[in-house]
T-cell receptor, first 113, second 112 residues
Framework: KAGVTQTPRYLIKTRGQQVTLSCSPI?????VSWYQQTPGQGLQFLFE???????NKGNFPGRFSGRQFSNSRSEMNVSTLELGDSALYLC????????????FGPGTRLTVL | DAKTTQPTSMDCAEGRAANLPCNHSTISGNEYVYWYRQIHSQGPQYIIHGLKNNETNEMASLIITEDRKSSTLILPHATLRDTAVYYC?????????????FGKGTLLTVNP
C-alpha cells in the first residue's frame, strides 16, 4: 500500500497570505489528523476529520481550518499567516475504527517570511 | 500537558538492547500506552501499544508494570537507524479520541 502523501513538501509564504496544504491518506483509511511541529512547542494536535466531519479539535485559533473530502483526502488552510506559523505540518491517517495507530506522512515545511 | 515523563536523552551501543523508560503515574484504567518514534526530518512512526499485558512485534517489545504506572520500550538489537526521538503517549483507543498528545520524548542515540 502507498503511504500517506502530503503536498507540497516545501512552501514559502509571506505574512498575511493564506496557504492550503493537502494530504492523501492510506487507501481505506477514513481518519485524517493534522499536527503542527515547531522547535519551541513540539508536536501539537490541530484537528482530526473522519468521514468528512471534524471529530476532534486542538487549541489553535480559527485561522487554522480544515476539511475532508468524500475520498478521505484532506486539506488544511491557514489564513492571515504569521511568522509563528512557520512549522512542519504533519498529516496522519488511520482507519478511524477501534484503533488509533496513526500513520504519518513526511510533512509540509512551511516558512513564513 | 503530556501525561508521561521520559528522560531527555539516552545512548546505546549498536547491537545492544535499548531500554527506554516512561512514567505515566496518572494513567486511567481504559488508557493505552503508545510508542512512536521520529527519525530526523521524517514524520513520526508508530511502534507499538499496549494496555496491561506485555506486547511484542517485529520492531520492539513493550513491558508495562503491573500497576501500569510505568513502562519500558525495548529495542532488542539497536542499529544506527534506530537513532530517533521516541515518544511515549497515553491515550484512549479508538472512538472520538484520535488526538495524540506528544511530549518532548527521549532522544535515543545509537553509537557504533
Amino acid at each position: 500500500k502507498a503511504g500517506v502523501t502530503q503536498t507540497p513538501r516545501y512552501l514559502i509564504k509571506t505574512r498575511g497570505q493564506q496557504v492550503t496544504l493537502s494530504c492523501s491518506p492510506i487507501s481505506g483509511h477514513r481518519s485524517v489528523s493534522w499536527y503542527q511541529q515547531t522547535p519551541g512547542q513540539g508536536l501539537q494536535f490541530l484537528f482530526e476529520y473522519f468521514s468528512e466531519t471534524q471529530r476532534n479539535k486542538g487549541n489553535f485559533p480559527g485561522r487554522f481550518s480544515g476539511r475532508q473530502f468524500s475520498n478521505s483526502r484532506s486539506e488544511m488552510n491557514v489564513s492571515t499567516l504569521e511568522l509563528g506559523d512557520s512549522a512542519l505540518y504533519l498529516c496522519a491517517s488511520a482507519t478511524g475504527e477501534w484503533n488509533n495507530e496513526q500513520f504519518f506522512g513526511p510533512g509540509t515545511r512551511l516558512t513564513v517570511l | 500537558d503530556a501525561k508521561t515523563t521520559q528522560p531527555t536523552s539516552m545512548d546505546c551501543a549498536e547491537g545492544r538492547a535499548a531500554n527506554l523508560p516512561c512514567n505515566h503515574s496518572t494513567i486511567s484504567g481504559n488508557e493505552y500506552v503508545y510508542w512512536y518514534r521520529q527519525i530526523h526530518s521524517q514524520g513520526p512512526q508508530y511502534i507499538i501499544h499496549g494496555l496491561k499485558n506485555n506486547e511484542t512485534n517485529e520492531m520492539a517489545s513493550l513491558i508495562i508494570t503491573e500497576d501500569r504506572k510505568s513502562s519500558t520500550l525495548i529495542l532488542p538489537h539497536a542499529t544506527l537507524r534506530d537513532t530517533a526521538v521516541y515518544y511515549c503517549i497515553v491515550n484512549l483507543r479508538g472512538g472520538s479520541n484520535y488526538k495524540l498528545t506528544f511530549g518532548k520524548g527521549t532522544l535515543l542515540t545509537v553509537n557504533p
